[in-house]
């Protein structure tokens, strides 16, 4: 059974950071491409940012030179490190494994979700 389990989200002032981690279970994380997402209220789920199998990283214009995304292929777990946050960073941020099996078949697995809130 796949486990996508989210961490670290919170209420922070703007300007803070908070440090998300998703340890994941059930699969070979090695070879799954790791994301974060994020949906804010009334909006629909936005790629924040992504790191291949071989750490190529890729992020929005929006979080760009703020946001890090790095992963620890020893333990399973991806984390987002987010500095200089900003209210309209406020959203339920999911962890996403994703994995293309052939050119029509996709793995792709979810974590429940943390809630960031941005604000004073």
């Known amino acids: 059974q796949v486990q996508l389990v989210e961490s670290g989200g919170g209420l922070v002032q703007p300007g803070g950071s908070l440090r998300l981690s998703c340890a994941a279970s059930?699969?070979?994380?090695?070879?799954?491409?790791m994301g974060w997402y994020r949906q804010a209220p009334g909006k629909q789920r936005e790629l924040v940012a992504t790191?291949?199998?071989?750490?190529?990283?890729n992020y929005a214009d929006s979080v760009k030179g703020r946001f890090t995304i790095s992963r620890d292929n020893a333990k399973n777990t991806v984390y987002l490190q987010m500095n200089s946050l900003k209210p309209e960073d406020t959203a339920v941020y999911f962890c996403?494994?994703?994995?293309?099996?052939?050119?029509?078949?996709?793995?792709?697995?979810w974590g429940q979700g943390t809630q960031v809130t941005v604000s004073s």
């Open positions: 059930g699969i070979i994380f090695s070879i799954y491409r």
């Open positions: 996403n494994a994703r994995r293309r099996i052939t050119v029509a078949t996709i793995d792709d697995y």
């Open positions: 790191a291949t199998s071989g750490d190529i990283t």
